[in-house]
């Protein structure tokens, strides 16, 4: 049945498939760093070409006030990674003890806070994620035990409900294999991030407003003007790391540098003034289309690494488990984002998670075959929603 099942994976999900590993932070991805022509990339950042306001779209962005300007959006992503690292202490052989108050005191911290500015359906997930996680530190999983008897092997809590545990000396995953950790950091990244960047791009924006919006995204001023698309020692981070990632920096512009040209627009925009008003609002469009554009490309890439995962030989059952909580997370991070401001519906999420089996990700381990049949239906579904192309969709599934 693995064999089949392999060989069904590849046969409809592409030779991406045979490559992709655990996670963009695997070292067993395969990369591509290739040489960048400077013809496409100068066009998407701006270049010298000019608004139809007639101001020039400067080649640099000007970052000289960002620190002081985005000092509260750092701190928001600061906790994000704050969140994430504290959870990371509770995994592996030699774990900290790490509470749901733990967590919820990163949440709760500001003004303003991952949880004010978060929507009410993420505020509800990462409640109960963070529930979960204090009650399976101290337990482990197993997902065949999970299939025999709906309880595993981390039991009940006191209410009589299945918890979760730890899977394989690794991650805690809930009782149905939710892997906690990643779920939780993408959830932030749209649910809370996302939400907020709408909320200050709602009012009135200047340049200190659209440096607010970079530190959001997870750039940085060095990084939108690195010519070579490599921030020296600094990184990419939040929806930035993955926007780079699914950007092959070569040929038409991807999301990367497409979210790089529209803030250097929407700099030159805001600053300018009303003249510019539309140009602003055009550029605001495409940094936030392909910001979700970003979320769900990275949701392929995801699911194609866990199925890659499970039906490898011998299988890979945690790192597919992993890699699934990173494709739930982002998945399920636009529900309850204001609909206006967004391509995917609530309604399509749904659909999106009842394909990928959101109620049962154990099953990627117990029943992989059907499950990455299912992953195949799911992939098409975010290529039709997004108009996607199959080039489009082999090439989210590679890490750049």
Same mark, same amino acid.
């Given at each position: 049945?693995?064999?089949?099942?392999?060989?069904?994976?590849?046969?409809?999900?592409?030779?991406?498939?045979?490559?992709?590993?655990?996670?963009?932070?695997?070292?067993?991805?395969?990369?591509?760093?290739?040489?960048?022509?400077?013809?496409?990339?100068?066009?998407?950042?701006?270049?010298?070409?000019?608004?139809?306001?007639?101001?020039?779209?400067?080649?640099?962005?000007?970052?000289?006030?960002?620190?002081?300007?985005?000092?509260?959006?750092?701190?928001?992503?600061?906790?994000?990674?704050?969140?994430?690292?504290?959870?990371?202490?509770?995994?592996?052989?030699?774990?900290?003890?790490?509470?749901?108050?733990?967590?919820?005191?990163?949440?709760?911290?500001?003004?303003?806070?991952?949880?004010?500015?978060?929507?009410?359906?993420?505020?509800?997930?990462?409640?109960?994620?963070?529930?979960?996680?204090?009650?399976?530190?101290?337990?482990?999983?197993?997902?065949?035990?999970?299939?025999?008897?709906?309880?595993?092997?981390?039991?009940?809590?006191?209410?009589?409900?299945?918890?979760?545990?730890?899977?394989? !000396? &690794?991650?805690?995953?809930? @009782?149905? %294999?939710?892997?906690?950790?990643? *779920?939780? =950091?993408?959830? +932030?990244?749209?649910?809370?991030?996302?939400?907020?960047?709408?909320?200050?791009?709602?009012?009135?924006?200047?340049?200190?407003?659209?440096?607010?919006?970079?530190?959001?995204?997870?750039?940085?001023?060095?990084?939108?003007?690195?010519?070579?698309?490599?921030?020296?020692?600094?990184?990419?981070?939040?929806?930035?790391?993955?926007?780079?990632?699914?950007?092959?920096?070569?040929?038409?512009?991807?999301?990367?540098?497409?979210?790089?040209?529209?803030?250097?627009?929407?700099?030159?925009?805001?600053?300018?003034?009303?003249?510019?008003?539309?140009?602003?609002?055009?550029?605001?469009?495409?940094?936030?289309?392909?910001?979700?554009?970003?979320?769900?490309?990275?949701?392929?890439?995801?699911?194609?690494?866990?199925?890659? !995962? &499970?039906?490898?030989?011998? @299988?890979? %059952?945690?790192?597919?488990?992993? *890699?699934? =909580?990173?494709? +739930?997370?982002?998945?399920?991070?636009?529900?309850?984002?204001?609909?206006?401001?967004?391509?995917?519906?609530?309604?399509?999420?749904?659909?999106?998670?009842?394909?990928?089996?959101?109620?049962?990700?154990?099953?990627?381990?117990?029943?992989?075959?059907?499950?990455?049949?299912?992953?195949?239906?799911?992939?098409?579904?975010?290529?039709?929603?997004?108009?996607?192309?199959?080039?489009?969709?082999?090439?989210?599934?590679?890490?750049?």
């Amino acid at each position: 049945m693995r064999n089949f099942a392999k060989l069904f994976f590849v046969a409809v999900l592409g030779a991406g498939a045979a490559i992709a590993a655990c996670g963009d932070d695997d070292d067993n991805v395969v990369r591509t760093r290739p040489v960048v022509g400077g013809d496409a990339a100068s066009d998407a950042e701006g270049g010298t070409s000019t608004l139809a306001c007639g101001v020039p779209i400067p080649a640099t962005y000007d970052g000289a006030s960002f620190a002081l300007n985005a000092k509260d959006e750092l701190d928001l992503k600061a906790r994000v990674l704050a969140i994430n690292d504290k959870m990371k202490t509770a995994e592996g052989t030699m774990p900290m003890p790490v509470t749901s108050a733990d967590l919820q005191a990163i949440f709760t911290a500001g003004p303003p806070s991952l949880r004010t500015i978060a929507t009410a359906y993420t505020q509800a997930t990462v409640d109960t994620y963070f529930t979960q996680f204090g009650e399976g530190t101290t337990r482990t999983w197993k997902p065949e035990d999970v299939e025999a008897d709906g309880g595993g092997e981390g039991g009940t809590n006191d209410a009589g409900v299945p918890v979760g545990g730890k899977y394989d !000396n &690794a991650s805690i995953v809930n @009782a149905v %294999g939710v892997d906690l950790r990643e *779920a939780t =950091g993408k959830l +932030l990244i749209n649910g809370s991030l996302y939400n907020y960047a709408l909320q200050l791009a709602g009012g009135a924006v200047t340049g200190a407003t659209v440096d607010r919006l970079v530190a959001l995204y997870g750039s940085t001023p060095t990084l939108l003007n690195a010519a070579d698309f490599d921030g020296g020692t600094e990184q990419n981070g939040l929806i930035a790391e993955y926007a780079f990632k699914r950007d092959s920096k070569i040929g038409a512009p991807g999301t990367y540098r497409k979210i790089k040209g529209a803030l250097l627009v929407a700099k030159a925009a805001a600053v300018a003034g009303e003249a510019c008003r539309t140009d602003l609002q055009g550029a605001l469009n495409v940094f936030f289309l392909e910001w979700e554009r970003a979320s769900y490309l990275t949701v392929i890439y995801y699911l194609n690494a866990a199925g890659t !995962n &499970a039906i490898a030989i011998p @299988a890979k %059952g945690q790192a597919a488990l992993h *890699a699934y =909580g990173e494709a +739930l997370g982002f998945a399920q991070s636009f529900k309850g984002i204001p609909q206006d401001r967004r391509r995917i519906t609530d309604v399509q999420i749904d659909g999106l998670l009842a394909t990928m089996g959101a109620d049962t990700p154990y099953r990627l381990v117990t029943r992989s075959g059907e499950r990455v049949q299912a992953f195949a239906t799911a992939i098409q579904q975010i290529g039709g929603i997004y108009g996607f192309t199959p080039t489009e969709i082999e090439e989210a599934k590679k890490a750049y």
